[in-house]
């Protein structure tokens, strides 16, 4: 019943900021006890967590990647978001939204929900 959608640019320039939008349908992002995770996997390379937004509105931050991530919400319209600053060609990515019980996990398995993901290509 529930539904992820991805959104954004398909080529980012580096040092600019990409912006991804997630959509959620069949679904309230404020309600329930769950946490709205973004998560890539570089080509060749295995799935990260990058960080994740909960029903309550708090954030998580992946160690390695939160001086320039930052994760949002629009509760009116049941999205939420992915802004990463100063990217590089080491971004290029596969980006997916997906619904957890707990935020910060690198297991696919600990997620009941996936949006299809999104090709991310940093490159001039």
């Known amino acids: 019943q529930v539904q992820l959608q991805e959104s954004g640019p398909g080529l980012v320039e580096p040092a600019q900021t990409l912006s991804l939008t997630c959509t959620v349908s069949?679904?309230?992002?404020?309600?329930?006890?769950?946490?709205w995770g973004w998560l890539r996997q570089p080509p060749g390379k295995a799935l990260e967590w990058v960080g994740a937004?909960?029903?309550?509105?708090?954030?998580y931050y992946n160690p390695a990647l939160k001086s320039r991530t930052f994760v949002s919400r629009d509760t009116s319209k049941n999205q939420f978001g992915l802004q990463l600053t100063s990217v590089s060609p080491e971004d290029t990515a596969v980006y997916y939204c997906?619904?957890?019980?707990?935020?910060?996990?690198?297991?696919?398995?600990?997620?009941?929900?996936w949006g299809q993901g999104i090709q991310i290509t940093v490159s001039s």
């Open positions: 997906a619904r957890g019980s707990v935020p910060g996990s690198w297991d696919p398995n600990e997620y009941n929900a």
């Open positions: 069949g679904a309230s992002i404020t309600t329930g006890y769950y946490y």
């Open positions: 937004i909960a029903y309550s509105g708090s954030t």
